[in-house]
């Protein structure tokens, strides 16, 4: 799901997308935000916005892009379009957008809840020895993300870098901002750049990254303790989007459960960065105490 052999992704996805209905959504707003999930398609996060604006932040056209979990082990003789592929939970889908399997799902208006069993993104088949869950809450400016991945095979996989989460934005937000400096929380000058195709590395030394328009305006994501992640843009027209995924590498082994939080917030870089900040800060006060 990530740019190995995204190219291929993105030509045969445009014979598989979709076609979504309302009532495949399901929405959480408080007075600042609305963020969605589509229950079609491992309930993948695929909106999020202030409230009351008609813009949506994220790319969801077609099961690899969204917000979602995914996660990488050894080759296991299944191809991407022709390309030898790898052990791949992904939980929106494979890569010919067969939906994985939502098994559980909940909300009321405070929380959204779902379990998942993924797909295998290049063989296609429903992992039943893989279970997700994510759980999202809203609170004041930030969306609150918990991902969980259980793991119950019997394969032993050896470490890779799995994407925590990956994140697809629209391509009007091209500008990846974050801060790469030696001196975190101290208001240094921010690092910039557009990524280009395939993947660039960059450091996260705030534990945060964003992408912006050319207003300056967009999305970040804080995901405490993760300090690298990937990126790209893909720049074909039809298909186009910013791509950014904070990284830890781990192995798939027998009982693993891995749980991670994930915050997102949307406004100015400015604003960005200052919630990140006061978050952290607080965050730091409560491990304190």
């Not at 008609?54 to 390309?83: A, C, M």
């Not at 030898?84 to 957008?97: E, F, M, R």
């Not at 939502?102 to 809840?113: A, G």
């Not at 799995?162 to 629209?170: D, G, I, N, R, T």
Request: glycine residues 6%; contains cysteine; charged residues 20%.
């Amino acid at each position: 799901m990530n740019t190995r052999g995204v190219v291929l992704f993105i030509l045969v996805s445009l014979a598989f997308t979709p076609i979504l209905s309302a009532e495949e959504w399901a929405y959480l707003d408080n007075y600042y935000l609305r963020i969605g999930v589509d229950k079609s398609r491992g309930a993948c996060i695929g909106y999020f916005a202030p409230k009351g604006s008609q813009e949506n932040l994220l790319d969801h056209f077609d099961t690899g892009r969204f917000i979602q979990q995914s996660y990488y082990g050894d080759p296991d003789d299944s191809k991407w379009v022709d390309k030898p592929w790898v052990y791949n939970p992904v939980q929106g889908g494979s890569y010919q957008n067969q939906p994985s399997k939502v098994t559980e799902f909940r909300s009321n208006d405070k929380t959204l809840f779902a379990k998942i069993t993924p797909r295998n993104w290049a063989g296609g088949q429903l992992l039943d020895e893989v279970t997700m869950t994510e759980t999202i809450s809203l609170e004041d400016y930030f969306a609150k993300i918990e991902f969980q991945m259980n793991y119950a095979g019997n394969k032993t996989h050896k470490p890779r870098q799995q994407e925590l989460p990956a994140v697809f934005v629209h391509a009007e937000y091209d500008t990846l901002v974050t801060y790469t400096g030696n001196s975190p929380w101290t208001g240094e000058e921010l690092h910039r750049r557009k990524p280009s195709f395939p993947n660039e590395s960059v450091t996260m030394n705030e534990n945060w990254v964003a992408y912006v328009n050319q207003d300056d305006i967009g999305i970040g994501l804080y995901v405490p303790g993760i300090e690298k992640a990937t990126c790209y843009r893909y720049q074909e027209a039809n298909s186009a989007c910013s791509y950014v995924a904070p990284i830890k590498e781990f192995a798939l082994t027998p009982g693993l459960q891995h749980q991670y939080t994930v915050y997102l917030t949307c406004g100015s870089i400015e604003q960005i960065r200052l919630r990140f900040k006061v978050l952290h800060a607080s965050s730091v006060d409560s491990a304190s105490k």
